[in-house]
């Protein structure tokens, strides 16, 4: 029997000082089933559990992302700044690694005209607009530029709220925990022994401190949406394939998903053509009758 392939490797974890807890003093008791033991007054999280969370999340990501879904990277401290910078960019996902603005999520109509306004102005500088405004006024504007990139320029290319927020550090972030649930839009998070894991739905147990336990993950949460995007690309791809057949058999194309969401489609289709159908010979018959008017004997007969 084969041996199941895992996202990462044990000896990756523990070279990057996943397994490190916090203090003993310091923890939540709420993480006890997640701690294999505990060494010199620091508590040791159990990695055979971390892998198979890596593994859940990894292919949670990637079917999120083959959907048409979109994850929001978020990890705001010195240690996760960089990583999920680079990561989100990396697999072309918005991300948050600035101070999480409250609103961000419930407040998003708001959030969303400040980043149009920002995208503005940056067309405005790339038009040469800036050159024709005095001095003051146009270093004013690159300033604001500037301001604005900082806070929201990770989120530029984000149209609409996410499908997932992928959290690095919950206790760090946990105003973007309370918009999310409010909202109802899942957390996959790394968590602490220190951490209360109840407002997330999809945890890994990990180190949240050590920059390699946050690049290595986050990094594999990167590769899972490109994986993501590469079926989600593939099954666009084999419709237009099938179209581009014209009347020939599109079934010897298409996968059976994509049969079966095109089937529903189609029975969908037909059940609003139906319904209009009879909406409208109904209208024709009334429309008759009021040009036509019968007597009651007429009717009677």
Known sequence: MARQKHVTRMKSLLESGVHFGHRTPRWNPKMRQYIFTQRNGIHIIDLQQTIRFIDKAY???????????????????????????????????????????????TNWRTIKERIDYLLKLEKQQARGEFTRLVKKEALSKEKEIARLNKRLGGLKEMTRLPNLLFITDIRREDIAVKEANVLGIPILAMVDTNCNPDPIEYIIPSNDDAIRALRLITSKMADAVLEGKAILEAGEAEVDEAEAAGDEDISRYLGPSTMAKLKAAEEAEASAAASKSVDEAVEALTEEKETNPATPAEEKE
């Open 59 to 105: 292919h949670l990501v990637v079917e999120t992302v083959a959907n048409g879904g979109v994850i929001l990277f978020v990890g705001t401290k010195r240690q996760a700044q960089d990583s999920v910078q680079e990561e989100a960019i990396r697999c072309g996902m918005p991300y948050v690694n600035q101070r999480w603005l409250g609103g961000t999520l």
